[in-house]
């Protein structure tokens, strides 16, 4: 990490964690907006990141282990990060305003509905793999949903 006056910890690599799995970066309320209008038609993971290294740093390979895993990958995975892009994450949050603040964090959205919240309570404390469950259970339980329903 580098420190210096006025610098905060260098960022990028946890940045790079999601982006590398393709996961589009959402830095400006713009941004948020865009892809909220955009991405209405099926599902969408927006990882909520955060530099918290009790939580976070499970969190992230949490979402590579479940992406690897699923055969359910949501259509569209976006991310806001945080206390880095202030102004993003509190106009994502305007999107699912039902939901206490929480970092980092998962939401799902079906249809720019959204569905399923992983708050920061459900990741500190667990193991990636752990974290990973959580999220293929999300995955899985939306998709045989929308199986029924194209049933």
């Known amino acids: 990490m580098q420190f210096g006056f006025g610098v905060g910890p260098d960022t990028s690599w946890m940045r790079e964690e999601l982006t590398k799995l393709g996961v589009e970066e959402l830095k400006t309320p713009e941004d948020v907006d865009r892809v909220m209008k955009e991405y209405t038609d099926g599902t969408m993971l927006m990882v909520i990141n955060s530099v918290c290294g009790c939580a976070a740093g499970n969190a992230r ?11 359910n990958k949501p259509d569209h995975l976006v991310t806001v990060f945080a206390g880095q892009d202030k102004e993003a994450t509190e106009r994502a949050r305007e999107y699912f305003s039902e939901y206490p603040p929480s970092s980092p964090a998962f939401a799902y959205f079906v249809n720019g509905e959204i569905k399923a919240m992983v708050p920061r309570h459900r990741i500190e404390g667990r193991t990636r793999e752990e974290v990973s469950k959580d999220l293929l259970m999300v995955f899985d339980a939306f998709a045989e949903e929308e199986s029924k329903e194209n049933a």
Do not use: D, N, Q
């Not at 390979?61 to 055969?71: H, Q, R, Y």
């Open 61 to 71: 390979p949490g979402v590579e282990i479940a992406l690897e895993k699923t055969s």
